[in-house]
């Protein structure tokens, strides 16, 4: 890791090329392991472009597979890759794009269990999730870790960016996640890609500002966003930048249970079937019936039959539930569907259940 080889000197003879740019901070790429979580629609471009830009080693945990409303945003994947985990279907384009470089992957949820024994193997964290607990649980494992966390997160036309836990000069050490949102927004107030929609492109715009910073914190060129979120309307081309400081009250000293922290339902008090148990009823006749409480564009690619309620209409059209007992509630992967029972039992329905894993578990479960 000393020097860069003759193919490797023409390869990133335009980052050579740049003031303050020489081989030593191509050699801090080469040498730089890089975790990715998320290969989806921020972790698509950020992928691609610490790929391109020679950065040594890149992990990337996901447990998704491509699926046809990927393709609008997620670039790193084709028509071809449909039904393959994305772990696998980016190891495979980024190493054709740079084989100069090594790629790890992980088919996994990245949960407390695994977050630290992960994080210890990778020097910079690029959070390419969706979901705010992921997001805290990347952010509280980055400060355990002492490694930065490049902050992201897109919905409809607005787009963020920010640098959290980031080691200064004077030793001190940058605001985190916590810093900038000490508690997470009201379960429901704030609906995800999937419920809210995106515009495609700007996935790629955020993602490639995240891939920026990382590229920026670990040559050591310009100033990163440490401190400052970087907020982008994509609608109106307006963005601004808000500066915030560390709180003394913000202390981070164990991982928790991020889903009981952020008001999402504890799957485990949610009465609920497998997809096993699912598609045996299907192939007995038992009699069930059906809520799907994904979007209508998701309901028109992929169902499993059913009443379609989303969950953001649930409360006004409640009338619409059927009332046929047993009812099983599903959405993508499960988190959803869990809100909806967790509703629709305190609104006296009786045996109602969540479709654990969702549509995705069963199409999995099919193909075994």
Not at 170 to 187: A, Q
Not at 188 to 209: D, M, R, T, Y
Request: negative net charge; contains cysteine; glycine residues 8%.
């Amino acid at each position: 890791m000393n020097e860069l080889s003759p193919p490797e000197y023409s390869r990133y003879a335009r980052h050579l090329q740049l003031p303050n740019f020489s081989t030593t901070e191509q050699l801090k790429l080469k040498s730089a392991r890089v975790l990715v979580i998320g290969a989806g629609g921020l972790g698509a471009p950020v992928l691609l472009y610490l790929a391109a830009a020679g950065v040594g080693h890149i992990g990337i945990i996901d447990p998704d597979r491509v699926n046809s409303s990927n393709l609008q945003r997620q670039v790193l994947y084709a028509e071809e890759d449909l039904g393959q985990l994305k772990v696998e279907a980016a190891q495979k384009r980024l190493l054709a794009l740079n084989s100069l470089i090594e790629i790890e992957i992980y088919p996994n949820y990245f949960t407390k269990e695994n977050a630290l024994d992960l994080l210890h193997q990778y020097t910079l964290v690029v959070d390419g999730t969706d979901n705010f607990p992921t997001r805290y649980l990347v952010n509280d494992a980055c400060v355990l870790s002492n490694i930065p966390y490049i902050y992201g997160s897109i919905f409809r036309y607005e787009g963020q960016v920010s640098v959290f836990n980031f080691a200064r000069e004077d030793g001190s050490i940058g605001p985190n996640y916590r810093d900038l949102f000490p508690t997470p927004p009201p379960p429901g107030q704030v609906p995800n890609c999937a419920e809210g929609g995106v515009l495609g492109v700007l996935a790629g715009i955020i993602g490639s500002l995240q891939a920026s910073e990382a590229i920026k914190l670990i040559t050591g060129i310009g100033q990163v966003l440490d401190g400052r979120l970087y907020i982008f309307d994509s609608a109106s081309f307006n963005s601004h930048t808000i500066q915030f400081k560390a709180r003394p009250e913000t202390l981070i000293t164990e991982l928790i249970n991020y889903e009981l922290f952020c008001g999402v339902p504890a799957m485990e008090g949610i009465p609920s079937i497998d997809a096993s148990t699912f598609i045996q009823w299907q192939k007995t006749g038992k009699t069930y019936q059906l809520l799907d409480v994904r979007q209508d564009f998701e309901h028109e690619v992929d169902q499993l039959g059913g009443v379609l309620i989303p969950l953001n209409k649930l409360i006004d059209d409640i009338a619409q539930v059927p009332r046929q007992e047993p009812l099983i509630v599903y959405c993508r992967i499960g988190s959803r569907s869990a809100k909806a029972v967790e509703y629709l039992l305190s609104q006296g329905f009786k045996q109602v259940y969540n479709l654990e894993g969702g549509i995705e578990a069963v199409r999995k479960q099919e193909n075994v």
